[in-house]
Nanobody, 120 residues
């Protein structure tokens, strides 16, 4: 059974930090690119950061460049999002996504999300 379980969300003050974690199981984690998305109330879900399955450059939304860092631990089947210098506009539900194309078919899995609130 495929599972992606996010954790680490909560309340942070502007300028503060949070570290999100996503624990994966039920699929070959190291073969999947992993991403963090977020969705704020009344807005569409947006891509925050992606880390490839193999060595390569991670990509970030312009709004988080220089503040957020995505990383992964293939031995533990986990992906992380270190969020620094948080702003109120970072408030959203953050989702973990796994993605791979095998043959001609895409395989996509989503977590249930974790709430991040940035407020003083």
């Amino acid at each position: 059974q495929v599972q992606l379980v996010e954790s680490g969300g909560g309340l942070a003050q502007p300028g503060g930090s949070l570290r999100l974690s996503c624990a994966a199981s039920g699929f070959p984690f190291s073969m999947y690119s992993m991403s963090w998305y977020r969705q704020a109330p009344g807005k569409e879900r947006e891509l925050v950061a992606t880390i490839p399955s193999t060595d390569g450059r991670s990509n970030y939304a312009d709004s988080v460049k220089g503040r957020f860092t995505i990383s992964r631990d293939n031995a533990k089947n986990m992906v992380f999002l270190q969020m620094n210098s948080l702003k109120p506009e970072d408030t959203a539900v953050y989702y973990c996504k796994a993605y791979r194309v095998w043959g001609m078919s895409p395989f996509v899995y989503w977590g249930q999300g974790t709430q991040v609130t940035v407020s003083s």
